[in-house]
C-alpha cells in the first residue's frame, strides 16, 4: 500500500472502525474476515496494517481463534508484535504456541525490552531458550537479565534501553551525541537522560526540556537533579506504581543493589500495572480468580470458581445452624421468619461496603497502624447511625405490617447491632488477613458474609425470643 494510503487510514483512526459501543464496524470486519479466507496478505494489510498496536490486538480478540494465527501470517512484517501484548495472556499464549519460534524471534527483535519480556515470559523453558537463541547477543543477553528477575518486579517492568551521560559533558555535547546516535541506540521515546558515573552508578537525572533551555556550555552536572527518585530491580510492581502515583512521575530510573543503573520504567507500563491490579482485586472480591478472562473454557472457569462457592456453601450451613437454634421460636411465629433475612442481608450490604473500602485502602498503604484505630471508630459510628436510622423505618413498616409493635422493636434493634457487626467484620477481619499475609481481597468476602449472617439471624432470633418470653 502506498504512503499516503497508510497516511489517510491513520488520519482516519478508531473513528473509521469502531462503533458507538467500542466493538468494530460490522463491514470493517466483515471485510477482514473475507480477506482471511481468501488468503488476500495484500488485503489483510491495507485493512490492518497501519493500525495502531492496541486497535490491532482488539483485532485479534475479536476475530475467530483459527483467525487469528491467519491473520499473523498474512500480514508477515506488518504484523506489529506488540498488539500481542495488549490482550489477554490465553489470546496471547494460543497464537504464540502455534507460531514457529523463529517467527516470533524476528518479531520480538523489534519490540522494545519490556514488551519482549511480556511476550517471552510465559513460554515453555525450551521455546523461550530457542527464541532467545536467535537473537543478537546483546539483545540476547538483555532479555535473559530481565526474564531471571523476579515475576511481577520492577526489573520485568523495565525497558533496558536508555540514554545516559557522564557528568562532565557540557549540554551541547549531549544535544550532538543524541543528533548523530543510530536510531537503534536510542528508545521509540524518552523525557530523561541519566546521569552516571565510570560505573555506571546513577548521579541523577536531566529532563529534555531543562537540556534544551541550558546554553550549550553548561556542564550536565549542574543542571541536572540529584533527587529523582528511583527504584529497585527486585522491588513489586505494585509500590513501583505508588511511587509513580505519589511523586506525579512520567518516568523513573531502576538501579541495582549497587545503586547501578539497569533500566527505566515509563507511565505507560504503570497505566498497565494500575489497571492489572484493580482488575486482579475486583476479580479478587467476587471470588474470582485474577487470570480468569472470557477468552477461558468453561471447564477451566467452572474449576476456578468452584473453590469459593464450597466455602461459601460451608459458611451457609453456619449460618443455617443458627437458624435451627430457634426452630421453636421460629415454629410459633412466622413473622421471624419472614423478616429474619432482612436483618442478614442489610447487615450484609453494609459490611460488604466497609470492606471494600478497607480491602481498597489496605492495597493502597492508605490504611496502616496510624491511623488504624480512627478508621475503625468512623466505621462503627457510621454502622450504628445507619443501624439506628433502617432500624426505626424497618420497626415501623414491620410493626404496621403484621399488626404486633413489638417485633418492630425486635428488627429495629437486631438490625442496629448487625450492621454495627458488620461494620466491625467488615474492617477487622481484612486487617487480621492481611496481618497474616493472606490476601484480604480473596479471603474476606466470606467470611464477612458468615459474621452477619450469624449475628443477624442470632441477635434478631435472640432477642425476639427474649422479648416475646417476657411479654
Given at each position: 500500500?502506498?504512503?499516503?494510503e497508510?497516511?489517510?487510514?491513520?488520519?482516519?483512526?478508531?473513528?473509521s472502525?469502531?462503533?458507538e459501543?467500542?466493538?468494530?464496524?460490522?463491514?470493517?470486519?466483515?471485510?477482514?474476515?473475507?480477506?482471511?479466507?481468501?488468503?488476500?496478505?495484500?488485503?489483510?494489510?491495507?485493512?490492518?496494517?497501519?493500525?495502531?498496536?492496541s486497535?490491532?490486538?482488539?483485532?485479534?480478540?475479536?476475530?475467530?481463534?483459527?483467525?487469528?494465527?491467519?491473520?499473523?501470517?498474512?500480514?508477515?512484517?506488518?504484523?506489529?508484535f506488540?498488539?500481542?501484548?495488549?490482550?489477554?495472556?490465553n489470546?496471547?499464549?494460543?497464537?504464540?504456541?502455534?507460531?514457529?519460534?523463529?517467527?516470533?524471534?524476528?518479531?520480538v527483535?523489534?519490540?522494545?525490552?519490556?514488551?519482549?519480556?511480556?511476550?517471552?515470559?510465559?513460554?515453555?523453558?525450551?521455546?523461550?531458550?530457542?527464541?532467545?537463541?536467535?537473537?543478537?547477543?546483546?539483545d540476547?543477553?538483555?532479555?535473559?537479565r530481565?526474564?531471571?528477575?523476579?515475576?511481577?518486579?520492577?526489573?520485568?517492568?523495565?525497558?533496558?534501553?536508555?540514554?545516559t551521560?557522564?557528568?562532565?559533558?557540557?549540554?551541547?555535547?549531549?544535544?550532538?551525541?543524541?543528533?548523530?546516535?543510530?536510531?537503534?541506540?536510542l528508545?521509540?521515546?524518552?523525557?530523561?537522560?541519566?546521569?552516571?558515573?565510570?560505573?555506571?552508578?546513577?548521579?541523577?537525572?536531566?529532563?529534555?526540556?531543562?537540556?534544551l533551555?541550558?546554553?550549550?556550555?553548561?556542564?550536565l552536572?549542574?543542571?541536572?537533579?540529584s533527587?529523582?527518585?528511583?527504584?529497585?530491580?527486585?522491588?513489586?510492581?505494585?509500590?513501583?506504581?505508588?511511587?509513580?502515583e505519589r511523586?506525579?512521575?512520567?518516568?523513573?530510573?531502576?538501579?541495582?543493589e549497587?545503586?547501578?543503573?539497569?533500566?527505566?520504567?515509563?507511565?505507560?507500563?504503570?497505566?498497565?500495572?494500575?489497571?492489572?491490579?484493580?482488575?486482579?482485586?475486583?476479580?479478587?472480591?467476587?471470588?474470582v480468580?485474577?487470570?480468569?478472562?472470557?477468552?477461558d473454557?468453561v471447564?477451566?472457569?467452572?474449576?476456578?470458581?468452584?473453590?469459593?462457592?464450597?466455602?461459601?456453601l460451608?459458611?451457609?450451613?453456619?449460618?443455617?445452624?443458627?437458624?435451627?437454634?430457634?426452630?421453636?421460636?421460629?415454629?410459633?411465629?412466622?413473622?421471624?421468619?419472614?423478616?429474619?433475612?432482612?436483618?442478614a442481608?442489610?447487615?450484609?450490604?453494609?459490611a460488604?461496603?466497609?470492606?471494600?473500602?478497607?480491602v481498597?485502602?489496605?492495597?493502597?498503604?492508605?490504611?496502616?497502624?496510624?491511623?488504624?484505630?480512627?478508621?475503625?471508630w468512623?466505621?462503627?459510628?457510621?454502622?450504628?447511625?445507619?443501624g439506628?436510622?433502617?432500624?426505626?423505618?424497618?420497626?415501623?413498616?414491620?410493626?404496621?405490617?403484621?399488626?404486633?409493635?413489638?417485633?418492630?422493636?425486635?428488627?429495629?434493634?437486631?438490625?442496629?447491632t448487625?450492621l454495627?457487626a458488620?461494620?466491625?467484620?467488615?474492617?477487622?477481619?481484612?486487617?487480621?488477613?492481611?496481618h497474616?499475609?493472606?490476601?484480604?481481597?480473596v479471603?474476606s468476602?466470606?467470611?464477612?458474609?458468615?459474621?452477619t449472617?450469624?449475628?443477624?439471624?442470632?441477635?434478631?432470633?435472640?432477642?425476639?425470643?427474649?422479648?416475646?418470653s417476657?411479654?
Amino acid at each position: 500500500m502506498a504512503d499516503m494510503e497508510e497516511q489517510d487510514l491513520i488520519a482516519a483512526g478508531s473513528a473509521s472502525i469502531y462503533d458507538e459501543d467500542g466493538g468494530f464496524k460490522s463491514e470493517f470486519l466483515d471485510k477482514v474476515k473475507a480477506a482471511l479466507a481468501a488468503g488476500d496478505a495484500e488485503g489483510v494489510i491495507e485493512l490492518a496494517g497501519a493500525l495502531h498496536e492496541s486497535d490491532l490486538g482488539a483485532l485479534l480478540v475479536a476475530l475467530d481463534s483459527d483467525q487469528r494465527l491467519r491473520l499473523v501470517e498474512l500480514m508477515g512484517p506488518h504484523f506489529d508484535f506488540a498488539a500481542l501484548t495488549e490482550i489477554d495472556a490465553n489470546i496471547r499464549d494460543e497464537i504464540l504456541e502455534e507460531l514457529p519460534n523463529r517467527a516470533v524471534a524476528e518479531g520480538v527483535r523489534e519490540l522494545e525490552s519490556d514488551d519482549a519480556v511480556t511476550l517471552l515470559e510465559d513460554l515453555e523453558p525450551e521455546d523461550q531458550a530457542e527464541i532467545l537463541g536467535a537473537l543478537p547477543p546483546i539483545d540476547r543477553a538483555q532479555l535473559q537479565r530481565s526474564l531471571d528477575y523476579p515475576e511481577h518486579s520492577a526489573g520485568r517492568l523495565m525497558q533496558t534501553t536508555f540514554v545516559t551521560a557522564p557528568p562532565y559533558w557540557t549540554a551541547g555535547q549531549a544535544i550532538d551525541v543524541m543528533r548523530d546516535a543510530d536510531e537503534a541506540d536510542l528508545p521509540d521515546s524518552f523525557f530523561e537522560i541519566f546521569i552516571v558515573d565510570p560505573a555506571h552508578r546513577l548521579l541523577g537525572t536531566l529532563f529534555l526540556d531543562t537540556l534544551l533551555r541550558a546554553r550549550s556550555t553548561t556542564l550536565l552536572q549542574d543542571i541536572m537533579s540529584s533527587d529523582r527518585r528511583r527504584v529497585e530491580v527486585t522491588e513489586d510492581q505494585e509500590d513501583v506504581a505508588r511511587v509513580f502515583e505519589r511523586y506525579n512521575l512520567v518516568s523513573v530510573a531502576v538501579v541495582d543493589e549497587g545503586e547501578r543503573l539497569v533500566g527505566v520504567i515509563t507511565i505507560d507500563d504503570v497505566v498497565d500495572v494500575i489497571q492489572e491490579e484493580a482488575d486482579a482485586n475486583l476479580k479478587a472480591l467476587g471470588g474470582v480468580s485474577e487470570s480468569e478472562e472470557l477468552s477461558d473454557t468453561v471447564w477451566w472457569t467452572t474449576k476456578s470458581r468452584f473453590v469459593w462457592l464450597f466455602v461459601n456453601l460451608i459458611t451457609a450451613f453456619v449460618a443455617s445452624a443458627v437458624l435451627g437454634l430457634f426452630e421453636g421460636s421460629l415454629q410459633k411465629m412466622v413473622a421471624l421468619a419472614v423478616l429474619a433475612p432482612i436483618v442478614a442481608s442489610q447487615g450484609g450490604n453494609a459490611a460488604t461496603q466497609t470492606m471494600t473500602v478497607v480491602v481498597r485502602a489496605l492495597a493502597t498503604r492508605e490504611l496502616s497502624h496510624s491511623n488504624a484505630t480512627r478508621v475503625l471508630w468512623r466505621e462503627i459510628f457510621v454502622g450504628a447511625l445507619n443501624g439506628a436510622a433502617f432500624g426505626v423505618l424497618t420497626g415501623v413498616v414491620a410493626g404496621y405490617w403484621f399488626g404486633l409493635a413489638g417485633i418492630g422493636v425486635v428488627i429495629a434493634l437486631a438490625m442496629l447491632t448487625n450492621l454495627v457487626a458488620g461494620a466491625l467484620g467488615g474492617i477487622l477481619i481484612p486487617r487480621i488477613l492481611d496481618h497474616f499475609d493472606i490476601d484480604p481481597a480473596v479471603s474476606s468476602s466470606a467470611f464477612v458474609t458468615t459474621v452477619t449472617d450469624v449475628v443477624g439471624y442470632g441477635s434478631f432470633l435472640g432477642i425476639a425470643t427474649l422479648w416475646f418470653s417476657l411479654g
